[in-house]
């Protein structure tokens, strides 16, 4: 097995709260193989958006963090800002949720990428740099005839395009997209993930795709990593995962994804906790249809569950749970206050 | 939920049409007339029975958003009619409108914008009471309140009347906002995606909370949204939008298990299925959404639809679409050399006569020649079944195309649906 592109040494971001600290990411450890796309999900407020701009080191001023993110043997969360933003672009890119904002609409799409090219890569020549730019919009199915039209002239799934082809023109060897399809419409989706799909196919790229729609995971990852209250509850292959998931969590989040084969509906009661004052033992006791008295009391184990996968559960390790905790927890019903 | 053996009509919608005049030139801004027109809802006309769900389903730009404010007379039909329990309301001043409008309420996508952020929930509530007169003194509004707020589960009511919308999360903004639409004792509700903006998690609940709310209150939902799955799961029927028109409309098992029109059955084959057994191939409709200010001639979706045939409405720019894809797969080369047989195609005129300027210092005849070679090496493409001469011209080519037809709603074996496969002969 060859070395990780990118790798995520128990990671941990906080940011300061009046009510104290807010523990964004709490503890992630996670590798990234060249050629891979891992999907990031879980609710609103589990931490997702967090992870992915801390690993490309685009934590606002006076987030806390510890751990490593390690790039090519350095750690990226201790690079001085002039190497950090070095590495972003040629090593490490982003593509946003929404197209429509980060296209500068003054701008032509030429000059966009002219720009990002004569910044990264000063020594292409300019009919290079055209080459280049275009061959790269071609395998986005963007025309060269519209090279030299203005961000307004295309539609939002062409300019999603746009946006993934000026990532990908500098050939980053990882990529973090955040949500990149959920202001789009289904037909414009699909054809993103079948993008996306090719990616893994034509390039080394490593990418970590966030998203809350476990349908895109599906259909778009090798591997799944579910976080939930800024900790990652399972990872693993994504088929695996998605067909026989370990952790409740991941069962309940797949049961209640509306899907043409729905027949009920199905919701996890309550809502995620708040990360300043997380419940003690598992997180996801409080709303866990499993859950037994030892989740409330302490931190649940990481069990390797199958080839490659790993969940924090107890579960799985109920030779190690202490006597008598293995009883089902008792709780009140959650109130209606506390539900989404 | 199939509840609606109810056959008694609530609305009737005939040709209702709403357009937004874009006013681009100096004249038509000053005179409000002429100029290019966005047609967002184009001769759309069902009837919408009492007790059932209506599902109006498309992507962005299809309309389905100003049908649906349309209904409610928020936004002005320019044409048609919108029939009440054979009232008529297009064409109704706002003060006439007004009072209407506890009948026919609309909950709102983003929970929060569309709640005051500085009122508090009792407040709000109580606002739709007051305005309609609905209550007399402030105890019965304020027992009205508390009976709706529980209603919607926002329980206990005493924790939740003070609270300001930003105390909330976003599934319970959704609940207050639902609150406040049911308020009034409507008939109608229009939720335009009220669950889009929500967690995966939550949507199911608020989508259980409205089944128990029409259940209850007798009421009858337009349910606005892109999202087919929850809308097969939610929907008595389906109306299937593109670009202002409907093109599919049928119950909701003769949509899903049996689509007509090629936009539907691409529609739901694109939808991400969260388990990978029962994923189906996909077959995407290429290129993009039509400019909605100039909508392709003939049926809308003919120049991405792959079952399209001669009178569905070829034009120029269906070629420069060809082109244009033909230079996306071939490579620099090609593209050099053949773009520069080919004047400039932003111009073309959007009838069946194209005429393909050949490029500056360049042969028709060699263009002709380009033209002639797209077609032999992909004949199956289905636009060369409406073209049916190409002409070398002075300065350039001229490509004759069969006319196309508009189709309307045919009748099928299941959905109605406005494809010309359905055409009776």
Redesign the interface.
Known sequence: MSAPALSLRDLRIWYGHERGAVRAVDGVSLDLMPGETVGLVGESGCGKSTLGRGVLGLLPEGAGHAGEVVYQGRNILELKPKELRALRGPDLGMIFQEPMTRLNPLMKISAHFEEVLKIHEPELGKKEARRRALETLRGMGIPPTRYHQYPHEFSGGMRQRIMIALALVLRPAVIVADEPTTALDVLVEAQILRIIADLRRNFDTALLLITHNLGIVAEACDRVAVMYAGRVVEQGPAYDITTKPAHPYSRELLRSTISLSTTKLHSIPGAPPNLVTPPPGCRFHPRCPDAMKVCAEHWPPTITTGPARRSECWLHASEDIPAGLEAPLEREALAAAEEA | MTTATATKTLMEIRDLQVHFSLHESFKSRVTGRGGRAVKAVDGVSFDLHEGEVLGLVG??GSGKTTLGRALLGLVRPTGGSVKLRGEELAGLPERALRPKRRHLQMVFQDPHASLNPSMPLETALAHPLQIHKLTSGAAETQAKVREVLELV????VD??AGRLPGDL????KQRAAIARAIITGPDLVVADEPVSM????????I??LMIDLKRRLGLTYVYVT?????A??FCDRVAIMYLGRIVEIGTTQQI?EDPKHPYTQ???R??????????LP?D??RG??PDAASPPLGCSFHPRCSQAFGPCGWEGRDLRAIL??R???AG?ET?TTE?ALVGD?EKLELTHEAFIPAGPGKDAGDLLGLLEKVRAEDPDEPLWRGVRELRAESGGVHVSFEPGIDPVLYETDAARAACLLYRPE
């Open positions: 992507e962005s589960n926002l329980a206990p924790q939740f999360s976003g599934g319970q929500l967690d995966m998690s939550v949507r199911a609940k989508l259980d892109h999202d087919l799955a929850s097969k799961f899903f691409a529609l739901i694109a939808i991400p299925e969260p388990d990978p057994d029962k994923a996909r995407l409709p993009e959404v244009e894809q230079w996306v797969n620099e593209y773009r195609l």
